[in-house]
């Protein structure tokens, strides 16, 4: 899903392909589906939002692979003839992968972009927040990025920094600043940029 024209509209997986780059240099990234997309648009709707989308680099390996299984008909969750879905029989194939290693040397890279306008006129704001794999414990790029976020928040609501109850999304009761902090604290610095048109 992609929040765009001011609308909630579906789009196709992994599609929408374009270069973006990162510190690690360019990067492919297509759609995919993220919580973000379903949030943010309802959050700040009195801001003005137009657009928000999410897009994500993999491998282009392992897309065309995935692309051949689908394209294949291995991914499909309808029963066959026999009474099995092709996709359960490609899950059950996973399982003879070996286990992955104790240690994974990854960095995972990650920018969030506003276009918008200010009391000086139209602005980029980019934020990047960058992870390496940390050894000890070990702990990938991915599980520090994807893990630690939700320990800080459950410390934020344990000490009363946040007060709020029930469901509600990170940007609506999430203090920016203490928690940008606490990720910094634990080694993943978010900088920010600002450009302006000429």
Do not use: W
């Not at 003879?96 to 994974?104: C, R, T, V």
Request: include cysteine.
């Amino acid at each position: 899903m992609v929040f765009t024209g001011g609308r909630f509209r579906a789009q196709s997986p992994l599609s929408g392909g374009e270069d973006a780059l990162f510190d690690v240099g360019p990067q492919r990234v297509h759609l995919s589906l993220h919580s973000e997309v379903a949030t943010l648009p309802v959050t700040y709707a009195d801001k003005g939002i137009r657009e928000c989308f999410f897009k994500i680099a993999y491998d282009p390996v392992l897309i065309e692979r995935l692309k051949l299984l689908i394209d294949l008909g291995l991914a499909d969750k309808r029963l066959g003839p026999r009474g099995v879905a092709p996709r359960d029989v490609l899950l059950d194939c996973f399982k003879n992968l070996p286990a992955p290693p104790d240690f994974i040397d990854d960095r995972d890279c990650l920018a969030v972009v506003v276009d918008g306008e200010d009391a000086r006129g139209p602005v980029t704001v980019r934020y990047d927040l960058d992870a390496g794999p940390q050894k000890r414990p070990p702990l990938s790029a991915v599980a520090r990025d994807t893990g630690f976020p939700p320990a800080i928040v459950a410390r934020m609501i344990l000490d009363g920094t946040i007060r709020e109850r029930g469901v509600l999304p990170p940007e609506r009761c999430v203090p920016v600043q203490p928690f940008l902090a606490a990720l910094a604290k634990r080694g993943l610095s978010a900088r920010r940029s600002e450009t302006r048109p000429v």
